[in-house]
């Protein structure tokens, strides 16, 4: 049985309606980025957490260096470092479970991994704390 040519018709209507649609919203959303006042360094997508803000030049040098070793990938220092942060605290913005990593910060002194860790968003966003998931301050790139 073919299909009536009204059929056909409006089908390619609303086929040109979403692709103009889905043009325009892309077109608004690639503005909206560029417009946005500066932020976090990373993927267009960084969530804007509404927590207090850090420069990565004010983070401890330690931290600098874990940030570096993410960045490249590693090799990381502890076994733990790359794993899931599941955000239980819920001090972190809503996420699906798997989209925050956490990595060690070393401690001077201290003979474990200490409390202060970096946690990664799969966006780019990036997070510190140094009282083990305490407080946070997203870390400005």
């Known amino acids: 049985m073919r299909a009536k040519p009204s059929h056909v ?3 390619a209507v609303a086929l040109v309606v979403a692709v103009v649609a889905a043009i325009t919203l892309g077109i608004h959303l690639a503005r909206t980025d560029t417009a946005s006042a500066p932020g976090p360094r990373a993927g267009a997508s960084t969530p804007v957490s509404g927590l207090p803000t850090v420069k990565v030049q004010e983070l401890p040098k330690e931290a600098v260096t874990t940030l570096e070793l993410i960045d490249k990938g590693g090799p990381f220092p502890y076994q733990q470092d790359g794993t899931t942060f599941r955000n239980q605290e819920n001090l972190l913005p809503k996420q699906a479970t ?4 956490e990595y060690t910060v070393r401690t001077p002194g201290s003979r474990d991994r200490g409390t202060r860790r970096l946690v990664m968003g799969r966006d780019g966003d990036v997070y510190y704390t140094a009282d083990h998931y305490e407080s946070f301050r997203q870390v400005l790139r």
Do not use: H, L, Q
Not at 98 to 101: D, E, T, V
């Open 9 to 11: 018709v409006a089908a």
């Open 98 to 101: 798997g989209y925050y990593r």
